[in-house]
């Protein structure tokens, strides 16, 4: 590791003599921080250069700020350039000829220094230290004046530099959860230093163990700042970090010409200590610079290990024996100070709460560790996985390649020491785009930097995905055709409107698409022949409400721009004029991004070009054959820009591998690098993809995947309230969600299910700690799943997928369910299905994860499953032997040793299926539970049920289990009394129980619902067990009884889980409720769609609400009253799973026995104006 600026390159004046008198006593470096309290001041219109604020003590609206830090923090939201300024007295220069340098460790994006007026350099990037040589410009012992203008990029481009395009870390405008705030500022600390002119500029080791002898490859860089060569001496030492003793020395004369030099050496090491997880040896190399006949010397001390990692055979392998990475990623964000936490203690706690939940690894996505948490690391045993702020894509741009190799050579030259880094990452989830295939051609620039370790190139691999985009919707075709990229140009070439990804395309309809890093789309028509050409365009949205820009222009001069759903424009705008021309010339028909986000802007293209007697149509001439098509083509340019590019027409290339290992300059197809975010709750299906999860024959290295929780709302408002910062962009945003849960908490009366509105968020931090041991159970249990990298190690970019809290609370259970979790030897169990009747089978298997943990031999085993009252459904004794090992091949990671079918004829409860050695082995591992449901004793339904809609499969369901049924009849009701004449209906006598199921009765439409509307408000109650009962069309609700219908809509649960809740209520009654839903008990009940915006029922029984990503919210099972009857909403999967689930049927029988009760009375009387009410609910 190189250590902090403050504490590296020291420079030393010291007495060559081995005594010193009074007048010859050394002195040391004079070393001054500027730190602390600075001016601060925006520059919105970006005239400080020309104004020369530089030159400024104070600027107009400056207020104080503090340096290190972001500078929202004084200007929250503000976006642009920003000017830092103070004084200060600088130290005397120690001897004539020292420089003087101004250090600063971080500053996001872009830096300009002035020193007393004089501009003495900058620096582009927001990660990496930089210094300037300010000798020319500083007084020394007297006053200065330093002002630093900072340029924080945002969407629209300052200085020619826009966020996207830039190494940014994950930072977006606008605001999503998923990322983190735009914020920049002195990031870092600011140090003034006077150095010899000689000095060490860099120490680079390479510690490369050999056996019983060890080698450190030294590449040292001198700097002389003179005009003259300087004869001298580097000398090193090497010694043990801790005790101080040297074990090895050298000295090596040169000369030091102007400029920087760079000294290549080694030192050899007698059966060196090596580096390791669990006993991480350091070793401090320093190298020192002397001069003949001067009494002053520079050196840099740097510590390093002796350890090798590499991957071969199958595995990750540390010092030669392979390893079982178990890994965890962060994105170093913090409260308040977004990437620099208020206690500098935060920064060490990720790591050590890592190392005691049993990780080895870290992995820092989007942006590298800071020195402190390398030092750390380096200490405690902890490898990293190091990526820079360009892991995030940077959109294309002609700088993209410079900035790109810039942001990664930085951080590698500065974390390049430290032995636990041992992967750099180039990439994260990056499509096949420019950006990808450079960071594909970087293989030589890293190797330069340091030929030592491994290389990641794109974790998740996006580059290969095809199951994304616009090529998943059946019947569209598009160029370009080598990846499922954006921008696009496509056809719907079927002949039935397509529906998709949010896009209604008519049949035959040609559509653009713009690009993430606001590419335009082009459709470019060039003119065959010179003459008088008539060109006719009509854009129109077909996403929705796409919000994009549309452009014609001739010759990359525009003769039409508008918009569609922007700055009043509609969803559809035409074009027509004449122009003149000449052969060659071009027509671009343009679609760009419009308000700045992208996503969701697919736009229909109608285009026309009448000239010399022809009719030329984009759309009947379009062709995915070729391209140029004729005088058609189709490509995309930078907006605003005359280059345009081709749409490639080649199929994908070649596979590039996931990996370089230390040395190589070429991609190993190796390792299979995959993320996996299946839906939440996990079913056995999905527990069974993880379980089976291969690599086409290549060992998996799951790089993503997790379950998080709700962000815990209630603490984080409060958290930040208590630090007087509730004025901050993060504490706004968490402040609006929360208001959002207190508006639904008050709506549906929540405190019927939980007693305070933090203890929903307790329940939902509590439930993680059992759904991470579900995943990594399942992890664990495959052997062809080599390593894994958890999401995430906290809750950062404003989500709640960590294992602790943004603030770096823990929470609860989560300590002791990873420990077990990441144990090297565990027990993993399995019993499906998760819910049973009583008497049914249960199917029980037991792999036991090894990680080279038992030597060969026999390891007796007691399988047990203990159910309610220590009832014992199985106790059986297994012997597990472990081979010994053949050859060189290593045996698998898992291994099943018990697998069967057992029938549980036991009382209804919950049973757990353990595992446990009796000699000879510790194994870790959790129960697998599951529950069991005594059929016999569910409630009778004894009201008769009359069925609304065709379900032959529900009537034979109901008739089966003994509940009586009548179809529905639109006449009157079977009865007594003299009934009640409906207004534009029938009579009804009696009150009914009606059951709707997934297809209402013929012939369907407004008048069926007018009449169930009827029958509801005369008195009956309606059970609508299905909600795709309502739709017509796209409109999910089109026919629910409801003047106000909102939406029916999805809440996917994935690792942004949602988190369901059911109140104790009648509809629930023998059921697990009162708070949030079991997953093993419900979890295939329980449905992605809920119901949203329709005004609050008269109960809200059960719901769902995603406060793990953003907020989403909804109702499950509510029950609203019409008139003098009721009906009840619906979506929990209880049709689809009557015939296997327990807890369906017992819902369904509850949903009647609740709905029941008021049918024996007569019906009532319609309201006289009940017509204008149905009405209102468009069933008129």
């Known amino acids: ?26 002195s040391t470096t004079s070393m001054m921080s500027l730190d602390g309290q600075w001016s601060l001041a925006v520059d919105p219109q970006n005239v400080g250069r020309q104004e020369r604020w530089f030159e400024k003590q104070t600027c107009e609206g400056a207020k104080p700020g503090k340096v290190p830090w972001i500078l929202q923090s004084t200007f929250p939201g503000y976006h642009g350039v920003a000017w830092y300024a103070r004084d200060f007295v600088a130290p005397p220069r120690p001897q004539p000829g020292w420089q003087c340098l101004l250090r600063f460790q971080q500053v996001d994006y872009l830096a300009d220094v002035w020193l007393n007026g004089v501009h003495i350099g900058g620096h582009e990037g927001g990660e990496t230290t930089f210094a300037l040589d300010a000798t020319g410009a500083v007084k020394p012992g007297e006053k200065n004046f330093i002002s630093v203008r900072v340029l924080n990029p945002t969407t629209e481009p300052i200085d020619g530099i826009r966020l996207d395009q830039t190494a940014r870390r994950c930072k977006v ?12 500022g002195i990031t870092g600390p600011v140090e003034l230093a006077w ?84 006993a991480p040896y350091l ?12 009494d002053a010397f520079d050196e840099r001390s740097t510590r390093c290990g002796f350890r090798d990692f590499c991957f071969a055979d199958g595995y990750f392998r540390l010092n030669g024996r392979r390893i079982y990475l178990r890994c965890s990623h962060t994105c170093n964000h913090y409260p308040v100070g977004i990437q620099f936490p208020e206690d500098p203690d935060l920064l060490r706690r990720d790591m050590l709460n890592m190392k005691v939940m049993g990780f080895n690894a870290i992995r820092f996505i989007w942006g590298g560790a800071t020195p402190v948490q390398l030092d750390l690391c380096d200490e405690i045993g902890l490898l990293v996985y190091e990526e820079s702020y360009a892991s995030m894509p940077i959109a294309d741009s002609p700088q993209m390649a410079q900035r790109f190799d810039a942001a990664v050579g930085e951080l590698i030259r500065r974390d390049r020491n430290h032995p636990s880094v041992v992967i750099w990452g180039l990439l994260n989830e990056a499509n096949d785009r420019p950006t990808f295939r450079h960071a594909a051609a970087m293989l030589p620039l890293v190797r330069s930097l340091d030929p030592s370790r491994m290389v990641m190139l794109n974790s998740g691999r996006w580059d290969q995905r095809t199951d994304y985009g616009i090529r998943t919707v059946p019947g569209i075709r598009v160029w370009p055709k080598d990846r499922p990229t954006e921008p696009w140009v496509g056809i719907n070439v079927t002949t039935e409107t397509v529906r998709g990804l949010g896009i209604t395309w008519p049949a035959g309809h040609l559509a653009l698409h713009p690009g993430p890093a606001q590419e335009w789309s082009v459709v470019r028509w060039t003119a065959p022949t010179a003459g008088p050409a008539e060109v006719s365009g009509t854009f129109v949205g077909l996403a929705g409400q796409a919000t994009t820009d549309v452009h014609v222009r001739h010759n990359g001069r525009a003769i039409f721009d508008s918009h569609v759903n922007l700055n009043g424009s509609p969803n559809e705008v035409r074009f027509n004029k004449g122009i003149d021309a000449a052969a060659g010339d071009t027509v671009d028909f343009v679609v760009g991004v419009g308000n700045g986000n992208y996503g969701g802007d697919t736009t229909g293209l109608c285009a026309t070009i009448a000239a010399a007697g022809r009719t030329y149509d984009a759309t009947d001439q379009f062709s995915m054959e070729s391209n140029p098509n004729g005088p058609w083509s189709y490509g995309s340019m930078a907006a605003g820009a005359a280059e345009f590019a081709l749409y490639s027409a080649d199929k994908a290339g070649p596979a590039v591998g996931s990996l370089a290992n230390p040395g190589c300059l070429a991609w190993e197809d190796v390792l299979k690098d995959v993320h996996s975010y299946p839906r939440v709750p996990h079913t056995a299906s999905v527990l069974e993809s993880l379980r089976t999860m291969e690599g086409n024959g290549q060992p998996v290295f799951l790089t993503e995947y997790g379950i998080g929780s709700a962000v815990d709302l209630w603490r984080a408002v409060r958290h930040f309230e208590q630090r007087g910062a509730d004025g901050l962009e993060d504490a706004e945003f968490f402040r609006e969600k929360l208001g959002q849960f207190e508006t639904d908490w008050r709506q549906w009366r929540m405190d019927e299910a939980f007693a305070r509105p933090e203890d929903f ?4 931090l509590k439930k993680m700690a059992g759904q991470r041991t579900l995943g990594l159970n399942a992890i664990r249990s495959n052997p062809k799943i080599i390593s894994h990298s958890l999401t995430g190690a906290i809750d950062h970019v404003m989500c709640g997928e960590g294992l602790t809290t943004l603030f770096r609370e823990l929470k609860p259970g989560t300590i002791d ?77 898992a291994r099943l040793c018990f697998a069967d079918d057992v029938a549980i004829d036991g009382p209804p409860g919950k049973y757990c299926f353990l595992a446990a050695f009796e000699r000879g082995a510790a194994a870790t591992g959790t129960a697998a539970e599951f529950y069991v449901t005594d059929l016999a004793e569910m409630p009778p339904v004894e009201a008769e049920v009359v069925l609304w809609g065709d379900d032959p499969g529900l009537v034979q369901w109901l008739t089966a289990h003994g509940i009586h049924t009548r179809s529905f009849s639109a006449g009157p009701s079977v009865g007594e009394g003299l009934g009640v004449r409906a207004s534009g209906g029938a009579t009804l006598l009696n009150r009914e129980l009606i059951l709707a199921s997934s297809k209402p009765p013929a012939p369907g439409g407004p008048s069926v619902f007018a009449e169930l509307a009827r029958r509801i408000a005369a008195g009956s109650s309606v059970v609508f067990l299905s909600p795709e009962v309502f739709a017509n069309g796209g409109q999910s609700t089109a026919w629910l009884p409801l003047a106000r219908k909102g939406a029916l809509g999805p809440i996917r649960g994935w690792l942004y889980l949602k988190d369901e809740w059911a109140k104790r209520h009648p509809i629930f009654e023998g059921l697990h409720a009162g708070g949030l839903m079991d997953y093993t008990y419900y979890r295939e009940l329980i449905p992605d769609l809920v119901w949203t915006g329709q005004d609050a029922p008269a109960e809200a029984v059960a719901g769902a609400i995603k406060a793990s990503q953003d907020y989403a919210s909804g109702l499950m099972v509510a029950v609203y009253a019409l008139g003098e009857g009721r009906f009840v909403l619906n979506t929990l999967q ?39 009410q149905l009405a209102t609910m468009g069933l008129n």
Not at 283 to 294: E, F, H, M
Not at 859 to 878: E, H, K, M
């Open 761 to 764: 968020f307790m329940e939902s």
């Open 173 to 184: 405008v606008p605001f999503a959860a998923g990322a983190i705030f735009n914020h920049g």
């Open 283 to 294: 070793y401090r190399v320093t190298a020192r610079a002397t001069v003949d006949g001067a």
């Open 195 to 278: 150095a010899p002119q000689i000095r060490v500029e860099d120490l680079f080791v390479i510690a490369e163990p050999a056996g019983d002898q060890g080698k450190l490859h030294l590449r040292t860089t001198v700097h002389n700042a003179g005009s003259q060569a300087g004869k001298g001496a580097l000398e090193f030492t090497l010694a043990s970090a801790r005790g101080g003793e040297t074990t090895s020395a050298l000295r090596l004369a040169r000369e030091f010409a102007p400029g920087s030099t760079t000294v290549e050496t080694e030192l050899t090491v007698n059966n060196p200590h090596l580096w390791d997880l669990n």
């Open 817 to 893: 369910a990873m420990y077990d979790a990441w144990a090297p030897l565990r027990w993993c169990l399995f019993a499906e299905p998760a819910h049973i009747a009583r008497g049914g089978k249960i199917r029980l298997e037991a792999v036991l994860a090894d990680e080279d943990v038992l030597k060969p031999g026999e390891y007796p085993a007691r399988l047990q499953v203990i159910g309610p009252d220590l009832t014992r459904a199985l106790d059986r004794r297994v012997s597990v032997t472990v081979p010994k090992r053949t050859g060189q091949e290593d045996p698998p990671l």
């Open 1134 to 1172: 209880i049709r689809e799973n009557l015939q296997t689930h327990p807890a369906a049927e017992r819902l369904l029988r509850n949903m009647l026995r609740y709905a029941a009760p008021n049918t024996s009375r007569p019906a009532a009387a319609l309201p006289d104006d009940f017509d204008k």
């Open 1 to 26: 590791m190189t250590l902090h600026p403050s504490m590296t390159a020291l420079v030393f004046l010291l007495a060559i003599s081995t005594g010193f008198g009074a007048e010859d006593k050394p």
